[in-house]
């Protein structure tokens, strides 16, 4: 089946992949998500749809991470919000509370099956739980300068959505560690932080309701 990409909104937001989780089983959306949109989700990425919040925050692309094998959720998720995704996603996922400092993981961290980029506020003992919790390389980086790598960068198994500013070496250590091309992109009028306007999996891309034409004929062009 040919590779799905539409343009969506969350809760009237653009920026869907500050609001949603997606991996190739599954997409995680705040509560409150319309059934439009749900639909929307399941049909592009073909995955079932759960709603949750995280520390009772709807932000939830922001605290969540990780791949087809293992959720990675932030510490200030409450024991309550933990066991509603452990009951709604049992025997489907490992779920694991990923305790750090730094609580927005999703903002830190870029993770497919092949491998994943961390930022460099993680400590060396946070890196190593890392390795050990996702069981693919960790390679421990800044892009740009900036720490917040995982808003940099969208990807799946095959293709990562850059910030079209990154270096050629920086684009390097993506494509190596991730095992992907890496393309740069823009997105809701010129965002250059992809993931904030994007949910991806190997199935399927959806970018955020203000997306220009250009900037989508350029992100189509890489899936032909």
């Not at 791949?67 to 932030?74: A, C, E, H, M, R």
Request: aromatic share 4%; hydrophobic share 40%; glycine share 8%.
């Amino acid at each position: 089946m040919s590779f799905k990409i539409e343009k969506a909104s969350i809760l009237g937001s653009p920026h869907i992949g500050i609001f949603a989780y997606a991996n190739n089983f599954f997409a995680i959306v705040p509560q409150g998500t319309t059934r439009t949109t749900q639909k929307t989700i399941e049909e592009v990425l073909e995955v079932e749809v759960i709603e949750a919040t995280i520390g009772g925050s709807r932000l939830l692309g922001i605290f969540l991470a990780g791949n087809d094998n293992i959720l990675l959720v932030s510490p200030i998720v409450y024991p309550e919000e933990l066991d509603e995704l452990k009951s709604q996603l049992s025997g489907k996922m490992r779920i694991e509370v990923f305790e750090t400092k730094n609580t927005a993981i999703g903002n830190l961290l870029t993770i497919n099956n092949k491998g994943a980029l961390a930022s460099t506020d993680f400590t060396e003992e946070e890196i190593e739980k890392l390795r050990s919790l996702l069981g693919v390389k960790v390679r421990r980086t800044e892009l740009l300068n900036y720490k917040a790598i995982g808003s940099l960068i969208a990807c799946n198994d095959k293709v990562a959505l850059a910030h079209p500013l990154l270096k050629e070496e920086e684009t390097k250590v993506v494509s190596e560690t991730l095992d992907v091309a890496v393309s740069g992109a823009t997105i809701n009028e010129g965002i250059g932080l992809v993931k904030s306007g994007v949910l991806i999996n190997n199935k399927g891309l959806l970018v955020g309701s203000n997306t220009t034409g250009p900037e989508l004929m350029n992100i189509q062009a890489l899936f032909l």
